[in-house]
C-alpha cells in the first residue's frame, strides 16, 4: 500500500518568507509526527498529533512554528519568516493508535537563503 | 526525559567483515528501542524494535541487536556486511506509555570493498 508522502519534496526559499509542508499519512493511521533532521544531526521532534489534536507540541523550537492536521489525515506544518537555521530535513511520520512503530515518509529538504 | 547516544559518528569496514554499531541510552521509565536505517537519498526505514521479550532480536537485512537493560544499551550488529549496507543508522527510544522518538546522533556505515 501507500506509504507517507511528503510535498515538496525540496524548497527554497528567501530569508523571511513564510513555507508550508505537507504530509500525508498512512491511510488509517491516526498518530502523526514531525520532526526536523539538521545536517549532521539526528532527528529532532517537533509535534506530535492523534487525530486532529496535539498533545505534544513541545519540540516546536519557537513561536514562528506552528503545525496543523485536518482529522485523520493531512497535516501541514508552517514555518513563518524563515531563518537560515531553519534549513533542514522536515520528517513526517504515522502510526497506528497505540501502535509504537512510526513510519517515516521521504522528508521535504528545506533550505532557506 | 530520554536521551540516546551513538557512540561512533562513522564506523569504516570491509566487505564480508562483521561490524557492531553501539548505542545507550538513558531513560527514568520503561522504553522501546528502535534501530532505523537511511539510505543515501532516502527516508527512514525500520530495521528492527525491541518492545519486550526476548533480548535479542533479529531484524531486516541480517542485522540483530541485543538489548541489555543493566547496561542501557542496544547495540546494533551484522556478522558480515555487504556493501550495500553503507547507510547512516538511527538508534531510536520512546517511552513505554509515549510517543514520540528520541534519536541518537546516527553512525555512519562505510563498507569497503
Known amino acids: 500500500g501507500a506509504g507517507v508522502s511528503q510535498s515538496p519534496s525540496n524548497k527554497v526559499t528567501e530569508k523571511g518568507k513564510d513555507v508550508e509542508l505537507r504530509c500525508d499519512p498512512i491511510s488509517g493511521h491516526t498518530a502523526l509526527y514531525w520532526y526536523r533532521q539538521r545536517l549532521g544531526q539526528g532527528l529532532e521532534f517537533l509535534i506530535y498529533f492523534q487525530g486532529n489534536s496535539a498533545p505534544d507540541k513541545s519540540g516546536l523550537p519557537s513561536d514562528r512554528f506552528s503545525a496543523e492536521r485536518t482529522g485523520e489525515s493531512v497535516s501541514t506544518l508552517t514555518i513563518q519568516r524563515t531563518q537560515q537555521e531553519d534549513s533542514a530535513v522536515y520528517l513526517c511520520?504515522?502510526?497506528?493508535?497505540?501502535?509504537?512503530?512510526?513510519?517515516f515518509g521521504p522528508g521535504t529538504r528545506l533550505l532557506v537563503l | 526525559a530520554q536521551s540516546v547516544t551513538q557512540l561512533d559518528s562513522q564506523v569504516p569496514v570491509f566487505e564480508e567483515a562483521p561490524v557492531e554499531l553501539r548505542c545507550n541510552y538513558s531513560?527514568?521509565?520503561?522504553?522501546?528501542l528502535f534501530w532505523y536505517v537511511q539510505y543515501p537519498n532516502q527516508g527512514l526505514q525500520l530495521l528492527l524494535k525491541y518492545l519486550s521479550g526476548s533480548t535479542l532480536v533479529k531484524g531486516i537485512n541480517g542485522f540483530e541487536a541485543e538489548f541489555n537493560k543493566s547496561q542501557t544499551s542496544f547495540h546494533l550488529r551484522k556478522p558480515s556486511v555487504h556493501i550495500s549496507d553503507t547507510a547512516e543508522y538511527f538508534c531510536?527510544?520512546?517511552?513505554?506509555?509515549?510517543?514520540?522518538?528520541?534519536f541518537g546522533a546516527g553512525t555512519i556505515l562505510r563498507v569497503k570493498s
Open positions: 511520520a504515522s502510526s497506528l493508535w497505540g501502535r509504537e512503530t512510526q513510519y
Open positions: 531513560s527514568s521509565v520503561s522504553v522501546y
Open positions: 531510536a527510544v520512546s517511552e513505554v506509555k509515549g510517543n514520540k522518538l528520541v
